[in-house]
């Protein structure tokens, strides 16, 4: 008679949850001293620049083979212009979530964030020490920033359960939420995902589960991975 085993368990998505792939944006223009970025409801909106197209058509090569139940991206064209191939390979119209735009940068949209980041502005400095945007003059607060990005991902899960869904957002959203979902007070904890980088979560009521951060796997092939010189957000 064979001996009884007990294999280690993969993971199995709990029945009604949601599988949420974060996608960051490709890489958008440079910023050029007075010439600052075009405003939407306050946010600098920059569009892609060239690596940031092809970074968007390879998350396409990526993901146009799985599942994808829904697409959806903000009110930034930065995060419309990354999804787009997606979505026409899919034959899915994107969906746009106000509240997943980048945190409020107050006083340091549309011009001023990567200049004063990468010169090491005092109140850069500060910022990434203390982890907060609401050092820089007018910037969003954490809480409020958690609970319209949060409460963006909590909707977005009731309306696909039991589905796969590609939401198309920006680092400091990414940070965030990946933050909340370990519980971990730090603020920058997971501020750095890559232009193009998947990270995964799935959502099952009030418990969130980080399954990925950061997959690059679909860039490393002849692409630049190097940091740019700043918090890498946007």
Do not use: C
Request: no cysteine; charged share 25%.
């Amino acid at each position: 008679m064979a001996e009884k085993e007990y294999r280690q368990a993969r993971f199995r998505k709990p029945p009604g949850s949601t599988e949420i792939l974060l996608v960051r944006h490709g890489e958008s223009e440079p910023m050029v001293p007075g010439r600052p970025f075009p405003l939407v409801d306050g946010h600098g909106d920059p569009a892609l620049a060239p690596d940031g197209e092809a970074q968007a058509e390879r998350v396409a090569n990526r993901l146009e083979s799985q599942r994808i139940d829904a697409i959806y991206v903000t009110t930034l064209r930065r995060t419309a212009q990354t999804a787009a191939p997606l979505a026409a390979r899919l034959g899915i119209t994107p969906i746009v979530e106000r509240d997943l735009r980048e945190v409020y940068l107050g006083e340091w949209e549309g011009e001023l964030f990567r200049q004063k980041v990468a010169e090491g502005d005092p109140i850069a400095l500060r910022m990434a020490t203390e982890e907060r945007w609401d050092v820089i003059p007018g910037g969003e607060p954490k809480d409020q920033f958690l609970a319209r990005v949060r409460g963006a991902l909590e909707r977005i899960a009731a309306e696909h359960a039991d589905q796969r869904v590609a939401v198309f957002t920006h680092g400091g959203v990414i940070g965030q939420l990946l933050s909340y979902a370990v519980g971990t007070e730090r603020g920058f904890a997971f501020v750095g995902a890559d232009n193009g980088s998947i990270s995964q979560l799935v959502l099952h009521g009030d418990r969130w589960i980080l399954r990925r951060f950061n997959d690059t796997a679909h860039l490393t092939d002849g692409m630049d991975l190097d940091p740019a010189p700043e918090l890498p957000m946007g």
